[in-house]
């Protein structure tokens, strides 16, 4: 009997996810880059200027570092209008993807104007073939094609140190009034947030939420749902230079410093990378934020990644 025991403690320690007393994990992020995969000038309503700033190679260059020299566990989010299929972006996002399959995305959500590839409805096939060619999971939880050829996933689960990272996506339910758009179905992101952290639960040891439906609703998803650690936002172009935290009384059994939900957003097209550093505690049997940094970093004065800068030859001349 005492064997016996032993043994469904030893099984019961092998299926149960793995709680050290603290943890560390680096969120890097971009949003609304909208297909710059070169440097450019920048100039901010605000009076905030870059000179040769952004561009695909130097950021992989700086998420490569920020990989090697960071002790615990990092990962890079992209949160929507990856490409426009315009003068910004003539190439329907291909190189755009193609590069962020190199560098090593962990996750992206589609934006609002990665549906309009093209001017009609065609922009849904190759948008799909983007999706099924990528090296990277692809998320939009309120979308639906009834043709079932767009498939990007509702969420990821992302496993690092022994970390369980759930992972969701939505985006902005306007973009069913574009006429690429004809056919689909977009819910409502907030209602489809709470369908999603249901089916997730108990899959995840903290929850990010990568959004492309603007601040002002990052907001309210930060006070709605508080099982939300941190969302990672976009479509809004905003300059969050630091993180904003979001507290709820649904909270009562954390300590007062402890939790909260973090948003953060880089502005737009790619001219900074975003980085959020946190400490992560147990509490209740899953990680919550405990202490926490975060700044917009430019993206310049670095050397470019030469495997980037061979895939933008294929499409862009000297």
Not at 8 to 32: M, Q, R
Not at 34 to 43: I, W
Not at 47 to 74: C, D, H, Q, W
Not at 115 to 138: K, R, Y
Request: net charge negative; aromatic share 8%.
């Amino acid at each position: 009997m005492k064997k016996l025991i032993i043994c469904l403690i030893v099984l019961s320690s092998l299926l149960t996810p793995s709680f050290a007393a603290e943890k560390t994990l680096t969120i890097l992020h971009t949003n609304d880059v909208h297909g710059n995969l070169l440097p450019r000038d920048y100039k901010g309503a605000d009076g905030f200027v870059l000179t040769s700033a952004g561009g695909m190679a130097m950021r992989a260059t700086m998420i490569r570092e920020a990989r090697a020299s960071t002790k615990g566990p990092v990962i890079y989010l992209d949160a929507g209008d990856i490409f426009l299929g315009d003068s910004h972006s003539p190439f329907m996002g291909v190189p755009e993807f193609e590069c962020m399959s190199a560098m090593g995305v962990d996750a992206a959500v589609l934006g609002n104007h990665d549906f309009q590839a093209s001017e009609g409805t065609e922009s849904q096939a190759m948008l799909a073939d983007l999706i099924d060619n990528a090296a990277f999971p692809v998320l939009c939880g309120n979308v639906s094609d009834p043709s079932g050829r767009l498939k990007p996933k509702p969420y990821v689960i992302i496993r690092k140190d022994g970390l369980r990272i759930g992972v969701f996506g939505v985006t902005a339910k306007r973009t069913e009034e574009y006429p690429q758009c004809a056919g689909l179905v977009f819910d409502d992101p907030i209602e489809t947030t709470e369908k999603i952290i249901g089916e997730m639960r108990g899959k995840y040891d903290f929850l990010i939420a990568l959004t492309h439906v603007s601040y002002g609703v990052d907001a309210v998803l930060a006070i709605r749902f508080p099982e939300i650690d941190v969302i990672v936002g976009g479509d809004s172009h905003t300059w969050l230079r630091s993180p904003r935290k979001f507290t709820s009384h649904k909270r009562q059994y954390e300590p007062e410093e402890t939790g909260g939900t973090l948003c953060v957003q880089d502005g737009e097209f790619g001219v900074c990378l975003g980085r959020l550093d946190m400490v992560l505690t147990d509490i209740g049997g899953r990680y919550r934020v405990k202490s926490y940094s975060g700044k917009l970093v430019p993206v310049r004065d670095v050397r470019p990644d030469p495997s980037i800068n061979e895939i933008l030859r294929k499409y862009i001349k000297e």
